[in-house]
């Protein structure tokens, strides 16, 4: 997928602000940042949303997870933060190469989604 946004961003093709990279991942501030901390963490192979990983797949999640609060800590989310991976139309994934976001900072975010009306 070399036109993926993301996979041109890991390769380098596209500017980032990088947080951290190994062999597997890579991690870089959002664009457009929804909270005072906003980055994300994707796997450098390329798998489009959550709705197409496979077995395959378990060793990079448990990885990435494991490093979103390393991560986190590294950007003194010391106090907690939110993990969010959108997938597919209804979870308004904006963009298809698998991605966590890690949002936080100084207070508290509020309710994970608003409630509607009854
Ligand atoms: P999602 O709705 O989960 O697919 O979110 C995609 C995220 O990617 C959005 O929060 C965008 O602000 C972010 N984004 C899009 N293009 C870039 C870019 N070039 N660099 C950093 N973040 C980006
Ligand atoms: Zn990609």
Known sequence: MSD????????????SKKIYEDEEIFAFHDI?????????????VHVASLMEVDASHQKILGHILLKAN???????LEE????IINSGRIGHQE???L???IL???????SMLKRRAP
């Open 4 to 15: 993926c946004i993301f996979c041109r961003i890991i390769r380098g093709e596209i500017p």
């Open 32 to 44: 457009n940042p929804i909270a005072p901390v906003h980055f994300m963490i994707v796997p450098k």
């Open 70 to 76: 390393e991560l986190a800590r590294g950007q003194g």
């Open 80 to 83: 907690g933060f939110r993990t």
């Open 95 to 97: 963009v298809y190469h």
């Open 99 to 101: 991605h966590v976001h």
């Open 104 to 110: 936080g900072g100084p207070e508290p975010l509020g």
